[in-house]
Every structure is written in structure tokens, then in C-alpha cells.
């Protein structure tokens, strides 16, 4: 996951210094919020004059509009709109701004609002506190937002910007966020570096729950214990593409899972003749779990303790029920 260091949380530094800084630290974007001053446009020359790191601009305003000739002027890599400000939501981007745009909402806006704009926009930037204020709580609702905007827009990316820190950070990873804004947690490190590694590699203690980023059952690959056929097993795991799928009976009790490993198994076994395959016997009945209530830290140490490698988990509550599951492709894919 990209880190866009947003460069107005340092508050002890001037601006050519926190340059430098986040030069020799390697960061991915610089992040530069805009409330409706154009003469952010002086900042940002003074950054491009001393650094190469891509810009990541902000722009809260009600008339968009104004900022079109400098957009056009400055060579920017990533410009974000805030929905909410505009009063005329009809946007016409001038077509000599070659960098990435995006629209930002805040958690109380609809993800839909992106519609009309998915046509030229890249990506979407989840506000997970108050714009414009800096050290406030992530609002764990975005979790699910994130999860419906990828589902509904998968060839998007998405930013997520407020009170990201190292245990946000992880959960983000996971979910396959493309790049999260950090402010203050960043700069009131004891060194940027030291921040920089908690937010793109390290794991540590968290206050969030599985149940808080899980995929809700809803959102999960199963299928009907006392209904299994090799058909409906096939079209839960090719649907869901995740590589398995819950096995549920009544109450939905987990009675096991049914992975591509078990599936290939079933089908090497019976080749001559694959209407002979006893498809209760594909069920792994004693699959690896983890609880709802488990924090994301406690989460990593259960699966630390495992000798195979885990791709996917079901999450089930006290009574064994399947409430959930979560998957790891992502966060693997991101630490390559």
C-alpha cells in the first residue's frame, strides 16, 4: 500500500525542511490539502523544486472551477475533489490535466455519488474522520463502504485518508487499499521511518475486531450441507473467488469448508467416472477458525502459531455459527 505523507501535520518543521525529511524517507505521494486557497499552488511549486515524490492534491472548495487554470499548469500525479463542497456537481476537468483524479466523500455519503463520474475518475477517497482535521479516529463503518465500492467498481482504486495508523493500516493492507493519507500519526513518530515501517509492514497491537473488516456472510461463498451437489460446490467457489466456500447447515452451523485443494482431491479420485463422487466427503470438517471477537493483533498470533500457510479463514461466533470469513490475498499481494 502506497503511504501519501500529508505534509501540513508537521507542525514542527518549514515546509523545505519537511521536504527533505520525506525525501530521505522514501515516502510514495506527498499529500496537500487545499481549503479553497489557490495559493496552495505556492506550495506546491516550492515542493516540485525540491523533490520528485508524486503530488497528492486535495481540494476542498464549492467552485472547483477556480482551480482549473493552475491544474492545467502544474504538473500534479493525483488531484482529489471534495463531493461534498461543490455546489455544481456536474464536473468538467479541463482535458489537458493528464494526472489521476479522484473524488473524496465522507462516511455519511453514499458511495453511489460515484457513479456519474467513473467515467474519467480513477479512484475514490474515503474521508474516515472530518475533512480537514488532523488526529481524529478512523470510523471503522468505512470498512464495509470500502468493501461495496470494491465490489461495485473493481477496476478502481481506493485512498483512504484519517486516522490511519498502524493497526488501520494493517486491516487497509488486507482489504487491498491502493494508498491511505497519514498526518499526524507520521509525524509525531519519534522518527518518520519508524512510522512509515509500521504502516506499510509491521504488525502490531490493535483495537479492531475480525467482525469490524471481516466479509459479512452475506458477502461470503457458501453452500447447503444437506443440499451438496458438485454442482452447486463448483458455482459457490468460482463465484465467490476467494478458493473455497463455507459449508452451512441449519442456523448456519459450520459444518466445514470445501477448498480447491479438497475439490481437486475429490476429482483426481474419481476421474473414470466423476458422477460417482461422494461430494460429503470433499468437506474439510475440521477447518481452521477464528473468532469474531478476536483483535487484529490476536489475530496474527493465531495464525503465526499454524504451520501451513493460511490463505482464508471462516470466522464463526460462541456457538460455532458461520458469521463471516476473511481472506489474505490481498495483503499478500501487497508485501511482494
Given at each position: 500500500?502506497?503511504?501519501?505523507?500529508?505534509?501540513?501535520?508537521?507542525?514542527?518543521?518549514?515546509?523545505?525542511?519537511?521536504i527533505?525529511?520525506?525525501?530521505?524517507?522514501?515516502?510514495?505521494?506527498?499529500?496537500?490539502?487545499?481549503?479553497?486557497?489557490?495559493?496552495?499552488?505556492?506550495?506546491?511549486?516550492?515542493?516540485?523544486?525540491?523533490?520528485?515524490?508524486?503530488?497528492?492534491?486535495?481540494?476542498?472548495?464549492?467552485?472547483?472551477?477556480?482551480?482549473?487554470?493552475?491544474?492545467?499548469?502544474?504538473?500534479?500525479?493525483?488531484?482529489?475533489?471534495?463531493?461534498?463542497?461543490?455546489?455544481?456537481?456536474?464536473?468538467?476537468?479541463?482535458?489537458?490535466?493528464?494526472?489521476?483524479?479522484?473524488?473524496?466523500i465522507?462516511?455519511?455519503?453514499?458511495?453511489?455519488?460515484?457513479?456519474?463520474?467513473?467515467?474519467?475518475?480513477?479512484?475514490?477517497?474515503?474521508?474516515?474522520?472530518?475533512?480537514?482535521?488532523?488526529?481524529?479516529?478512523f470510523?471503522?463503518?468505512?470498512?464495509?463502504?470500502?468493501?461495496?465500492?470494491?465490489?461495485?467498481?473493481?477496476?478502481?482504486?481506493?485512498?483512504?485518508?484519517?486516522?490511519?495508523?498502524?493497526?488501520?493500516?494493517?486491516?487497509?493492507?488486507?482489504?487491498?487499499?491502493?494508498?491511505?493519507?497519514?498526518?499526524?500519526?507520521?509525524?509525531?513518530?519519534?522518527t518518520?521511518?519508524?512510522?512509515?515501517?509500521?504502516?506499510k509492514?509491521?504488525e502490531?497491537?490493535?483495537?479492531?475486531?475480525?467482525?469490524?473488516?471481516m466479509?459479512?456472510?452475506?458477502e461470503?461463498?457458501?453452500?447447503?450441507?444437506?443440499?451438496?451437489?458438485?454442482?452447486?460446490?463448483?458455482?459457490?467457489?468460482?463465484?465467490?473467488?476467494?478458493?473455497?466456500?463455507?459449508?452451512?447447515?441449519?442456523?448456519?452451523?459450520?459444518?466445514?469448508?470445501?477448498?480447491?485443494?479438497?475439490?481437486?482431491?475429490?476429482?483426481?479420485?474419481?476421474?473414470?467416472?466423476?458422477?460417482?463422487?461422494?461430494?460429503?466427503?470433499?468437506?474439510?470438517?475440521?477447518?481452521?477458525?477464528?473468532?469474531?471477537?478476536?483483535?487484529?493483533?490476536?489475530?496474527?498470533?493465531?495464525?503465526?502459531?499454524?504451520?501451513?500457510?493460511?490463505?482464508?479463514?471462516?470466522?464463526?461466533?460462541?456457538?460455532?455459527?458461520?458469521?463471516?470469513?476473511?481472506?489474505?490475498?490481498?495483503?499478500?499481494?501487497?508485501?511482494?
Amino acid at each position: 500500500m502506497k503511504i501519501s505523507a500529508s505534509i501540513y501535520s508537521d507542525k514542527n518543521n518549514n515546509i523545505e525542511e519537511t521536504i527533505q525529511a520525506l525525501n530521505d524517507s522514501h515516502v510514495d505521494m506527498i499529500h496537500v490539502d487545499c481549503n479553497d486557497d489557490l495559493n496552495v499552488f505556492k506550495d506546491i511549486q516550492t515542493i516540485q523544486n525540491h523533490s520528485n515524490i508524486p503530488i497528492d492534491l486535495h481540494i476542498i472548495t464549492p467552485k472547483i472551477e477556480r482551480f482549473y487554470p493552475a491544474l492545467t499548469e502544474f504538473d500534479i500525479e493525483f488531484v482529489t475533489i471534495q463531493y461534498e463542497d461543490l455546489l455544481d456537481k456536474t464536473l468538467k476537468i479541463p482535458k489537458e490535466f493528464c494526472g489521476q483524479l479522484g473524488l473524496s466523500i465522507t462516511s455519511n455519503t453514499p458511495i453511489d455519488v460515484f457513479d456519474q463520474y467513473a467515467d474519467e475518475f480513477d479512484f475514490i477517497l474515503f474521508m474516515a474522520t472530518t475533512p480537514g482535521q488532523s488526529g481524529g479516529k478512523f470510523d471503522s463503518i468505512n470498512f464495509r463502504r470500502i468493501r461495496n465500492f470494491q465490489k461495485k467498481y473493481p477496476n478502481k482504486r481506493v485512498h483512504v485518508d484519517g486516522g490511519v495508523n498502524g493497526e488501520v493500516s494493517f486491516v487497509l493492507r488486507n482489504m487491498g487499499v491502493y494508498a491511505s493519507v497519514s498526518g499526524s500519526y507520521l509525524f509525531n513518530s519519534s522518527t518518520i521511518n519508524t512510522a512509515l515501517l509500521n504502516l506499510k509492514l509491521n504488525e502490531i497491537e490493535s483495537g479492531f475486531l475480525v467482525k469490524d473488516f471481516m466479509r459479512d456472510l452475506s458477502e461470503s461463498p457458501t453452500v447447503n450441507f444437506e443440499s451438496l451437489e458438485l454442482a452447486n460446490i463448483l458455482d459457490a467457489i468460482d463465484n465467490g473467488q476467494m478458493g473455497f466456500t463455507l459449508v452451512l447447515a441449519e442456523d448456519n452451523k459450520l459444518e466445514g469448508i470445501i477448498g480447491n485443494g479438497d475439490l481437486r482431491r475429490g476429482l483426481k479420485e474419481n476421474l473414470p467416472n466423476l458422477s460417482d463422487i461422494n461430494v460429503q466427503r470433499l468437506v474439510n470438517k475440521n477447518p481452521i477458525t477464528v473468532p469474531e471477537h478476536y483483535t487484529v493483533y490476536q489475530l496474527l498470533r493465531f495464525i503465526k502459531k499454524e504451520s501451513r500457510p493460511i490463505l482464508y479463514l471462516p470466522v464463526v461466533d460462541k456457538e460455532n455459527r458461520a458469521v463471516g470469513t476473511v481472506n489474505f490475498m490481498n495483503l499478500i499481494k501487497g508485501e511482494l
